[in-house]
Structures are given as C-alpha cells and as structure tokens.
C-alpha cells in the first residue's frame, strides 16, 4: 500500500509527458539520420575501395616483376576485404528499423499512468514500471519501510519544472554573487 501511495504521486503531469515523447521523438530522428549518414558513407567507401582493386589490376597487367605483382595482388586481397565489410555495413544499415510508435508506445504508456498500470496489468507490465520509474532498485528499510526512490528524467528533472513557479531559470544573466 505505502508503494502504491508512492508511485501514485509521481504521476506526471500531461506537459511532462508531452516533454519526454517530444524528447524521445527528436532522439529517434537524429538516430535515424545518423544512420542514414553512416549508410551512405559505408557505400562510399565499398565503392572507393572498388575503385581502388580496378586500378591495381590495370596495374598488374602493365607489371613483369613478380615481387610488385605480388604487392599488388596482396593490397587487392586487402582491398577486397575492405570492400566487402563496408558492403556488409551498409547493407545492416539499410535494413528497416521499427518505428518510433512501435518502439516507446508501452514506454510512454507507462510514463503516462505508472499507477493504474501497476493496478491493473499484468507482472510483465509491472516489471516495465519498475524500469520507466526508478532508476535503481527501491530500498526498503524493515524498520522504517519503503525510503526515498530515485526515478529517472521524466519523473525526476521534468516534474521539478512544474514545481514552485514553473520558471526553470531565471531571466536576468547568471552572476557570481559577492559577499
């Protein structure tokens, strides 16, 4: 019951949760486009290290030593390698990514109500309380019982916004006051 009272005061506010998917939004599409980038950099490099195996082969043609020819055909098999692996890489990053719904859908159902979910569902769900909630495990004297938990971002810093005045910082410049 004095869980239950607890996690039943850390229910967020509907600015708060509007913060926190505005933040993990803004996450996911800054990874996708990262990813994206290194996508297309690995392309590059496949093709330039392609470029690179055609000109030591028009080179080797041209060769009669068999020493440099086998400097060339040493670098190609390095070169082929390469080539393959940025290949490799940028088609592992071509591959369809869940969406962002699919993704932080139960994340921000939990964010949302952590209480009535706790209530209602099922020990799976609870778990993933737990996890959206606290960001270490909850220390429980014997004597005293339940003490204070530390939650993570969303319940923590975002909440503190709404506190007091709502006014995070304030408007005139930050100084070192002298004494």
Not at 21 to 45: F, G, P, V
Not at 131 to 160: H, I, M, Q, W
Request: glycine share 2%.
């Amino acid at each position: 019951m004095e869980f239950l009272n607890h996690l039943d005061e850390l229910q967020p506010c509907t600015e708060v949760r509007d913060a926190a998917h505005a933040i993990l939004a803004d996450m996911w599409s800054q990874r996708e486009a990262h990813r994206s980038e290194r996508r297309k950099n690995a392309q590059k490099l496949a093709r330039k290290a392609e470029a690179e195996i055609r000109k030591f082969l028009d080179r080797i043609v041209n060769t009669t030593n068999p020493n440099i020819i086998a400097a060339y055909e040493k670098k190609i098999s390095d070169l082929q390698r390469d080539a393959l692996v940025w290949k490799e890489e940028a088609q592992n990053l071509g591959k369809k990514q869940p969406q962002f719904k699919e993704l932080f859908e139960q994340s921000m159902e939990v964010l949302s109500n952590p209480c009535e979910i706790w209530r209602n569902r099922d020990f799976g769900w609870k778990r993933m309380v737990l996890k959206v909630v606290f960001s270490e495990r909850l220390p429980y004297c014997r004597k005293n019982g339940l003490r204070t938990a530390k939650t993570t971002f969303a319940f923590k810093d975002l909440s503190a916004a709404n506190t007091g005045d709502g006014i995070l910082a304030r408007s005139r410049r930050f100084e070192l006051l002298r004494v």
